[in-house]
């Protein structure tokens, strides 16, 4: 007679608390992207990013002073070129649309998206108050003026896979006297 009425309530709570253990368990195991930015042997920033982020990167190239922005996503471990936003062609810029891109004019911008550039590490110099005046933009977090932070730095931005659990975040509260995000840059 007992089964003919079902499960009781401390069957039901038991089976609940088993399947959010086993959550839980498989949560700190999945998959991540994680993003790194080290520099001068330390880590400067990591933690983890869903697919498909952007991490924007301005700058002002060559003597020139022409603006550039730099579109990055983080896609299966991989850093992928989406778009690059330039003002001029002079200077060593991009004057040849890549293969599989394509070009945009917006005036003032020329805009080259697309390309299928993939990296798993992009060495970055970061420039001063003078030459680069480097911003960069990766949310939640407000864009870091990193040429302040981080004046003349060779850095190596890179993004690797990494179970959830490892993936912490660190480096992004020194920026900022305050930070303006919540840490956790993925909401699970």
């Keep these: 007679m007992?089964?003919?009425?079902g499960p009781g309530p401390g069957s039901i709570l038991l089976r609940i608390i088993f399947i959010a253990a086993l959550g839980a368990i498989f949560m700190s195991y999945m998959p991540v992207n994680y993003f790194t930015v080290t520099g001068r042997g330390r880590t400067l920033f990591s933690c983890p990013a869903p697919n498909g982020?952007?991490?924007?990167?301005?700058?002002?190239?060559?003597?020139?002073?022409?603006?550039?922005?730099?579109?990055?996503?983080?896609?299966?471990?991989?850093?992928?070129?989406?778009?690059?936003?330039?003002?001029?062609?002079?200077?060593?810029?991009?004057?040849?649309?890549?293969?599989?891109?394509?070009?945009?004019?917006?005036?003032?911008?020329?805009?080259?998206?697309?390309g299928r550039f993939s990296h798993d590490v992009i060495y970055y110099r970061i420039g001063t108050e003078k030459f680069g005046r480097n911003l960069w933009k990766f949310g939640p977090w407000d864009e870091i003026s990193i040429f302040e932070k981080y004046p003349s730095y060779?850095?190596?931005i890179e993004i690797s896979v990494t179970p959830l659990g490892?993936?912490?975040?660190?480096?992004?509260?020194?920026?900022?006297?305050?930070?303006?995000?919540?840490r956790r840059i993925m909401s699970l």
């Design 53 to 114: 982020y952007p991490f924007v990167a301005t700058y002002i190239h060559s003597l020139q002073l022409t603006p550039v922005k730099d579109d990055y996503r983080f896609v299966g471990g991989r850093i992928w070129g989406w778009e690059e936003w330039t003002q001029s062609h002079n200077a060593g810029l991009p004057s040849v649309t890549p293969p599989h891109a394509v070009l945009v004019i917006s005036p003032p911008w020329m805009i080259n998206r697309g």
């Design 154 to 156: 060779r850095v190596a």
């Design 2 to 5: 007992k089964h003919a009425l």
């Design 166 to 182: 490892d993936a912490g975040t660190t480096g992004f509260d020194t920026i900022h006297e305050t930070p303006n995000a919540d």
